[in-house]
């Protein structure tokens, strides 16, 4: 596992306004991002459920699930992925509920599009970290139970392709 992508950038996109999510997505994929948008939480968790994410960018205030209980929810589908919590009715209180359930940033709106492509990469870069750490964890556990050589490879080849598949 390397920390260097080898594939785009999937990003989720979640918000109840629909024309900003399709302006979103259509300018982050002018920058090679491969994005899916959601109008809803309850949309976003069904699409995480078949499609994995390495960044979730949800917006706080939604009719329905609000952003921090999708959130939740993601994290719950797919423990890898980052968030980003987006909002235009930002709190301190709001930002620190987001930081207890480990968003990776919380961005006002509106943002600088810059801002928001530095934000998804520096928590692309984390995610990466965070899945090379797993592997290795889970691997040295493997190498210390395995009998043989083979049994090793086998192990790491397996934990390879599922770490590459989140």
Same mark, same amino acid.
């Given at each position: 596992?390397?920390? %260097? ?24 994929? !002018? ?30 205030? #939604?009719?329905?699930?609000?952003? #921090?209980?999708? #959130?939740?929810?993601?994290? #719950? ?14 709190? %301190? ?49 493997? %190498?210390?139970?395995? !009998? ?7 192990? !790491? ?10």
């Amino acid at each position: 596992m390397t920390d %260097t992508p080898s594939r785009p950038v999937r990003v989720l996109l979640v918000d109840d306004e629909a024309d900003l999510v399709e302006l979103l997505a259509e300018r982050l994929r !002018s920058r090679g991002y491969e994005t899916v948008g959601a109008t809803s939480g309850e949309e976003a968790l069904a699409v995480s459920e078949h499609r994995p994410f390495d960044v979730a960018i949800i917006d706080l205030k #939604m009719p329905g699930l609000d952003g #921090m209980e999708v #959130m939740q929810r993601l994290k #719950m589908i797919q423990p890898f992925t980052e968030t980003i919590m987006f909002t235009g009715h930002g709190t %301190t209180d709001s930002a620190l509920a987001a930081g207890k359930l480990d968003a990776f940033r919380y961005l006002l709106k509106p943002v600088e599009f810059e801002t928001l492509i530095q934000a998804i990469e520096e928590a692309a870069a984390h995610r990466r970290r965070r899945l090379r750490e797993a592997y290795q964890a889970e691997l040295a556990q493997v %190498t210390e139970h395995a !009998s043989t050589p083979r049994d090793i490879l086998e192990a !790491s080849e397996r934990l390879r392709r599922q770490y590459e598949q989140e």
